[in-house]
């Protein structure tokens, strides 16, 4: 009969039996190992926020210091100041600042200054921040028209959160 054929075949389940369970113990252990080292842990994520950047009604000159542009946070999460920085450039030459929150209620570099309402540590939908000059060394009447780069960067995650250029009158 037709089973008396099926009788005689060495089948090959035992070898196919054998690596599935070695394939199964492999994928375990790694998944375990994962937690147990902490790489299936929780990852932080930058914020996600909506920012737009306007140029000052502040005509830039030689003789004062002045409001470069602004920045409105119009929608997204809050952003904590004490995890953003702001890294501002000049397009087409090597003029660039680094800000960091100084705690109070601006973010301070070298030549440039951003305040706004940020006394309370966050910045939050609605908010308005301006970008000013310490000093004339950053822009003046010659420099302008300009194009300036604004990039947000989060801290503990290395990431941009935004980036953007505004024209500077």
Not at 27 to 34: E, Q, R, W, Y
Not at 119 to 147: H, Q, R, Y
Request: proline letters at 2%; a negative charge; charged letters at 25%.
């Amino acid at each position: 009969m037709w089973w008396d054929v099926l009788k005689d075949k060495k089948g090959v389940s035992p070898v196919i039996g054998v690596i599935l369970m070695v394939a199964i113990t492999v994928i375990l252990a790694a998944v375990i190992a994962s937690f147990v080292f902490g790489m299936g842990g929780k990852v932080k994520a930058a914020p996600n926020a909506q920012i737009r950047l306007e140029d000052n009604d502040d005509m830039i000159s030689n003789d004062n210091d002045d409001e470069v542009f602004d920045i409105v946070h119009y929608g997204g999460d809050r952003l904590r100041c004490d995890e953003i920085k702001l890294v501002v450039s000049v397009k087409y030459t090597d003029k660039k600042d680094t800000l960091e929150w100084d705690g109070t209620d601006s973010f301070d570099g070298t030549n440039l200054t951003c305040t706004g309402d940020i006394g309370d540590g966050f910045i939050s939908a609605g908010d308005t921040m301006t970008v000013a000059e310490n000093n004339k060394v950053f822009l003046n009447s010659t420099d302008v028209p300009a194009t300036v780069t604004l990039k947000i960067i989060h801290i503990p995650t290395n990431s941009i959160i935004f980036e953007g250029n505004v024209l500077v009158q």
